[in-house]
């Protein structure tokens, strides 16, 4: 989509630090960090949001799953515990409306969150 940030980072129009991309998925850091490690990993397909996920993504979400599991032992967060986190609809906070999976980990966390 072509005014959709998260697509521009996707094809290197955007400023975004790339740390890891296949042929779907892309992991890229988050610009306002919110954990030492905090990275956003997104599909290269433009999806709004949770809700608008389609029967046909359901292999997509799998992979993204996979990518964070690789990414936390990569990053070196997997054996302190980390938290992969989707806000869906403004009132939870989602702020770019192209799904993505914030990956976050490198201190503690409390529950529940804001
Ligand atoms: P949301 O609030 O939608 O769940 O998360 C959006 C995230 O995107 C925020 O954590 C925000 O810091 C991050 N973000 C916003 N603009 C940019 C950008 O231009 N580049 C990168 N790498 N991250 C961004
Ligand atoms: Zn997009």
Request: charged share 20%; with cysteine.
């Amino acid at each position: 989509m072509s005014d959709c940030l998260f697509c521009g980072v996707i094809k290197g129009d955007v400023k975004g630090s790339i740390v890891y991309q296949d042929n779907s998925v892309v992991a890229f850091k988050d610009i306002n960090p919110k954990a030492p490690v905090h990275l956003l990993i997104v599909p290269r397909k433009h999806i709004a949001t949770l809700l608008d996920l389609q029967q046909e993504d359901k292999s997509l979400i799998g992979d993204i799953f996979s990518v964070a599991n690789q990414l936390a032992k990569d990053q070196g967060i997997a054996k302190d515990g980390f938290r992969v986190v989707v806000n869906c609809g403004a009132g939870a906070g989602q702020s770019v409306f192209h799904i993505h999976f914030h990956l976050l980990g490198g201190r503690p966390m409390t529950w529940p969150p804001g």
